[in-house]
């Protein structure tokens, strides 16, 4: 053996939603501390970025991810000092700023050094890897999200036309599985609200597809079935393109990983949609060495798909936008406070109440997971239980504290629960949940 790379040895550190607006390093805990040692001992140290560190630069979008997340430069240091090396940018809140909030990140994270990928001046550059080269080996980040708000995804650049700067987006359908009765009623409503008569050149393909039990209804897709519930898929151009991207990145890197940011469900937030596991395996079949998934803020289930990882959501990490600095008039209008007078710890307040799960513990714990490869291949699995403080003030609140005692035990039972309709089994040893592979 010439390189140290070629023996397939690899320690990778993965969480979840970073939505990080304050600074780290100023702290000592303990448990804090911990939490940091364990991300600087990995070779790989990855995270969603969900914020935009850019000093408020660039004009709020129309549309935002939910708030608006820009957070001072400094935040690109704080995340080296935290020691994470490789970022996923492929969020809903990726482009809250436009244009220029997507281009100041990306100069203060080159400026760190840091390697991102799932955002681009055009369709190609938010599609391609990023690499990150390690002594253990070169690593590629593929990063692609689900959950776009209107004007983010990225678009194909033509020999004649500039591309769009944006997110790598991947599209998807859902159905809805109704007994054969309900779209008949359906179908009957649409007719009695005039829709059929408002679009005319569909008319007749309606009549056909209901009788043949399917049923297009402001702007869903009603199929009968005697099993009713909601069913997804991913676009298949989408997903061929992310195939073809990670069979090109297996050529040009040691490991491959992917990062999927979702917030779609099909029936409980805790499920991962249909579509989120069909993208996942095929992304494993297409040589993926982890799926790392994110965006519920609440854990799902691991599954080990083909002897490799796929972490359906990590769950929040660090969630700190109770305490952004400043927010545009859209935000305060949509809470129904003053647009003028109104100030950011109102808007504070009214999202932790018009959003239900904040208040949910489950928004308020997570895992930091370690995966062990040896001879390219998963060899160990480790899940260390993290807390993230619900009940402090805001001002602390957030920031992740390695679990103890019995919240431990109770953050990995909850993922070992999750976990079993994958056939996955965890035990509970020492204060951390170890995967059986």
Partial sequence: MLYEAESGNLSLVAVGDAIVGRRLSIHGEERFKAVIDRIRQADVSFANLEVLINDFEGFPSEHSGGTYMAMPSFIAEEMKWAGFNLLSRANNHAMDFSHGGLAATSRHLDAQGL???????????????????????????????????????????RPDMQGRPGISGLRHKKRFVVPVEQIDALRRIGSSIGLEESEPATTERGDSEAKLGRYDFLGHEFISGENPGACSE?????????????????????????????HETDDAIENPSQFVRTFARACID??????????????????????CPIFYSLGNFIYQSQTIEYLPADV?????????????????????????????????HTIIARCDFEAGKLARLFLYPVELGQHAHRAQQGRPMVARNGKAEDVVRELEQLSQQFGTRVRFEDGVGVVAL
């Avoid at 055009?122 to 004007?151: E, F, H, M, Q």
């Fill in 115 to 157: 390697a991102y990928s799932g955002v681009g001046e055009n369709l190609a550059k938010a599609r391609s890897p990023a690499y990150l080269d390690t002594p253990r080996g070169r690593i590629a980040l593929l990063s692609i999200c689900s959950t776009c708000p209107p004007g983010s995804r990225a678009g194909q650049q």
């Fill in 234 to 262: 991913p676009d298949a151009s989408d997903l061929q393109a992310m195939i073809k991207g990670i069979e090109a990145a297996k050529r040009q890197a040691d490991f491959v990983f992917v990062s999927l940011h979702h």
């Fill in 286 to 307: 297409a040589g993926a060495h982890a799926i790392l998934g994110h965006g519920p803020h609440i854990l799902q289930g691991v599954e080990i798909y083909s002897g």
């Fill in 332 to 364: 305060y209008e949509q809470h129904g406070l003053d647009e003028l007078r109104g100030l950011p710890a109102d808007t504070s307040d009214a999202r932790m109440w018009d959003y239900g799960l904040r208040r949910d513990p489950r928004w308020w």
